[in-house]
């Protein structure tokens, strides 16, 4: 399958902090939603910042529908949409007057279908953002994305902050975006029970540098946590676990294949394991 | 979904809409203070009041436009116009226009009061008119120098949260530098309207320095 979007070997670095990006590396392929899952402060919004060109790498290479990712990309960013953590826009706009304006920055935009979002999130279009609650300015922002036919969807924690009938539409919506097998969708989030719902990959970053980048299924059904105590944690091969974290009374391991965990100690108790179990393991655990 | 696609591309011009919406409230309390001080300059013929017009008619709307353009006060909105489809050279070239056209829209009101004014009022200046034009039209000067200086300092790391001190310092500099070339001016015993054309040359020269390096600072930041 060809990808939407290469990242290959992006360092960034900043004068006035110690945070490094390293070598990240990541493909999204077409028609797809990619999961990027870490902490605050782990890297995601450096690297969607890299990605979008509102920060300058240091070095490495960003490929979007093939090409090469520059200032001059014009075309390429016209394919892009963009929904970050908060209201983007000065207050004072209304959506009319952002749609006014957007006509002439897209060569797509498509004024008929963004009356069609407002309509569908029941967002007034006469009024100032400066009266819209948090959960109507994402959801215009979403809007403002959408209405100028992006193939590549970016969203830095757009979910963030929102309550769950508000975050729950707008999931709604992206899952209708990839429905175009030639759509695709970075979803930077730290809340893993939405990555669950939608994403068909994941990919997980830890202190600037990418820890996987896998199947959302394959974290699923291959992941597995062993629950174990002390005497049976002794007898595990080192090389079988990815991470572990000892408890009072329990020690997890987490392993990357579980039935094969499962046939090599019958006496431990494997469980399925989720994205925020991972996450938790490999970040807090001892590798 | 219906489609209703657009195809005219012109990013400045959309920015420009924003800019608009962003300014026009200020812009009209800026244009009724012009028209209460124009009034005034009539009735009373008095050249202070008519420093006051010169002052606030020119450099009231860059100032307004400055302040509406965001910066430190919406860097989200910074942010997100560049990652829009929109290069970053045609970013500085927008504002540094944007500055430029709000610096002049003033001249023309002065001028036209300024001269219903001198034509009421026989002594409303010691010199003549076209020397008085001169003077109103190097007023832009100082949004010219101001800005010049602002800008591509507001665009380094040691401008970064400071925007609204160097905006002071810019304008005290930019005020002191045509008064500092009257003065000389004046002692050098150069004819009236001289001091006024080397400011103005001056801070046309300066403001388009300023662009070329603003346009060399921007394609290395970070937003």
Known sequence: MCAILEVKELTKSYEKSDFRLNNISFTIPRGTIMGFVGENGAGKTTTIGCILNTLIKDRGSIKIFGKEMTDTSIELRSDIGVVYDSNVFPEHLTPANIAAGMRYIHANWDNGLFQEYLLKFKLPEKKKIKTYSRGMTMKLAVAVALAHHPKLLILDEATSGLDPIVRDDILDVFLDFVQDDNNSILLSSHITSDLEKVADYITFIHEGSIIFSEKKDVLKYNYGVMRCKQSQFEKIDSSDMLAYRKHDYQIDVLVADKEVAAKKYPNVIIDHTSIEEIMLLLVKGVK | ?223
């Open chain 2, 1 to 223: 979904m219906m489609s209703n696609t657009t195809k005219n591309m012109s990013p400045q011009k959309g920015l420009l809409i924003y800019l608009f919406h962003s300014v026009i409230g200020s812009l009209l309390i800026v244009l009724l203070i012009c028209f209460v001080m124009a009034t005034a300059l009539l009735i009373t013929g008095n050249p202070l009041v008519y420093s006051l017009l010169a002052g606030i008619g020119i450099i009231g709307p860059p100032y307004v436009v400055l302040m509406g353009m965001g910066g430190s006060k919406y860097p989200k909105w910074e942010r997100f116009q560049i990652s829009m489809p929109i290069k970053r050279s045609d970013l500085v070239t927008y504002q540094y226009l944007s500055m430029a056209l709000a610096s002049t829209v003033g001249i023309p009101f002065v001028a036209i009061f300024t001269a219903i004014g001198y034509r009421m009022h026989e002594r409303l200046f010691d010199y003549n008119l076209v020397t008085a034009l001169i003077n109103i039209s190097a007023h832009i000067a100082v949004p010219l120098i101001m800005l010049g200086l602002l800008l591509p300092l507001a665009s380094t790391k040691m401008g970064e949260g400071k925007e609204e001190g160097l905006t002071f310092v810019c304008f005290l500099v930019a005020f002191a530098i045509p008064l500092l070339i009257s003065v000389v001016g004046v002692r050098l015993g150069l004819k009236e309207g001289i001091p006024a054309l080397i400011s103005l040359a001056l801070s046309v020269i300066i403001y388009l320095v300023s662009y070329v390096i603003t346009k060399g600072l921007y394609s290395k930041m970070d937003f």
